[in-house]
Antibody, heavy 118, light 110 residues
Framework: EVQLVESGGGLVQPGGSLRLSCAASGFTFSSYEMNWVRQAPGKGLEWVSYISTSGSTIYYADSVKGRFTISRDNAKNSLYLQMNSLRAEDTAVYYC???????????WGQGTLVTVSS | QSALTQPRSVSGSPGQSVTISCTGTSSDVGDYNYVSWYQHHPGKAPKLMIYDVSKRPSGVPDRFSGSKSGNTASLTISGLQAEDEADYYCCSYAGSISYVFGTGTKVTVL
């Protein structure tokens, strides 16, 4: 069974940093591209970032470019999102999602909440 | 990009059909056959229901179907069941390895 479990969320002050993790199991993690998606309170879903299987190809939404860094450790079956210079508008539940055949998000985790507030 | 436009809510009685529209532009929905739909029960992981406009992953009931015409994609749920009550989001590829989601639709089973 495919499982994705996010962790690392919490309360952080504006301008602060946080590192999210996503632990993958039930599939060969190194063979799948991955994404981060977020949902602000009361809002819809927003794609955040993409990483290829080897980590050599990476893309970001304009809203996080230059502040967030996606990475992965295939030996640890883990995906990461380093978030710097956090803003109030980054407050959201962050989901990791696997890229599947025909779909950019075929399996999702349950998400981790990030709150940016003073 | 701007979010794709979905109705805020739709409702139906058990057994009825409901259709959710998802309107984009010629730069996303209208330009690519890469529209997917996700069911989201709050507090749980979103679930892929439709991909490539009209394809169903294994395990998704055939009550769920997708289509597209021009800049508008649609998800139809036939034979509505209580467990279908959830939020539904469309998503389209928007070029340059970016994706845009819809505003979300709450489906209520009366």
């Amino acid at each position: 069974e495919v499982q994705l479990v996010e962790s690392g969320g919490g309360l952080v002050q504006p301008g602060g940093s946080l590192r999210l993790s996503c632990a993958a199991s039930g599939f060969t993690f190194s063979s799948y591209e991955m994404n981060w998606v977020r949902q602000a309170p009361g809002k819809g879903l927003e794609w955040v970032s993409y990483i290829s299987t080897s980590g050599s190809t990476i893309y970001y939404a304009d809203s996080v470019k230059g502040r967030f860094t996606i990475s992965r450790d295939n030996a640890k079956n883990s995906l990461y999102l380093q978030m710097n210079s956090l803003r109030a508008e980054d407050t959201a539940v962050y989901y990791c999602a696997r890229v599947g055949v025909g779909s950019p998000f075929d399996y999702w985790g349950q998400g981790t909440l990030v709150t940016v507030s003073s | 990009q701007s979010a794709l436009t979905q109705p805020r809510s739709v409702s139906g009685s058990p057994g009825q059909s409901v259709t959710i529209s998802c309107t984009g532009t010629s730069s996303d929905v209208g330009d690519y056959n890469y529209v997917s739909w996700y069911q989201h029960h709050p507090g749980k992981a979103p679930k892929l229901m439709i991909y490539d406009v009209s394809k169903r992953p294994s395990g998704v009931p055939d009550r769920f179907s997708g289509s597209k015409s021009g800049n508008t994609a649609s998800l139809t749920i036939s034979g509505l069941q209580a467990e279908d009550e959830a939020d539904y989001y469309c998503c389209s590829y928007a070029g340059s390895i970016s994706y845009v989601f819809g505003t979300g639709t709450k489906v209520t089973v009366l």
